[in-house]
């Protein structure tokens, strides 16, 4: 079975399997590289300072201190990742 491949004039001329799965893992890679740079800390909404979650921040990305606490961790932003600690009873 014949796919399309690229050539350098911009137009996609029947190619092998192979260089289709090149061209394939070639997005995923380009996708996986958007996603990691968007991802950040927490991501939910702060109410009264905190996140509603009950996960560890420690070493994620953040913008603010809100981003680095929650219900179950105390956290906050320094030089934009967030260093917490387990909130005591």
């Known amino acids: 079975m014949l796919w399309l491949e ?7 001329e029947a190619g092998s ?14 996708w996986c590289v958007v ?3 968007v991802s950040c800390g927490g991501g939910g909404e702060c109410k ?3 996140q509603i979650a009950d996960y ?14 929650n ?3 105390e ?3 320094v030089s934009g990742v967030c260093l917490s600690s387990e ?3």
């Open 6 to 12: 690229r050539r350098g004039t911009g137009v996609f």
């Open 17 to 30: 399997r192979s260089s289709m799965m090149r061209w394939l893992g070639w997005i995923v890679v380009g």
């Open 35 to 37: 996603v990691s740079v």
């Open 48 to 50: 009264y300072g905190i």
């Open 56 to 69: 560890n921040t420690s070493g994620l990305k953040c913008a603010a201190s809100c981003d680095c606490s």
């Open 71 to 73: 219900l179950k961790y």
């Open 75 to 77: 956290g906050y932003c």
């Open 87 to 89: 909130r005591t009873s």
